[in-house]
């Protein structure tokens, strides 16, 4: 898992630009705020559950596959930092 792209990035460059919208246009169809959207398309904000409902209900792909890109992309962060010492929870 490494360098996983910010799904904001997937849907700015795959989604939005393909469809020759702007971010205004495509926040009003997704109902959310201009700011909001824009945080989310340039990474300082993730996929919610409620926007990636609202992206399958648009027709963007679906939303377990928006969280999953989410997630694929936070644990991708986790896994590059350093962890503390952990000790094994199974039985010795």
Known sequence: MKNHPHPGEILREDV???LNMDVTE???RL???RPAFSRVLNGRAGISPDLAVRLELAGVGTA???MLL???YELSLAM???Q???IT???A
Do not use: E, G
Request: charged fraction near 15%; charge should be positive.
């Open 16 to 18: 939005i630009a393909a």
């Open 26 to 28: 495509a926040a009003r």
């Open 31 to 33: 109902s959310m705020s």
């Open 64 to 66: 377990r596959v928006w």
């Open 70 to 72: 989410q997630a694929n």
């Open 80 to 82: 590059a930092r350093k």
């Open 84 to 86: 503390p010492t952990v």
């Open 89 to 91: 929870l199974s039985a």
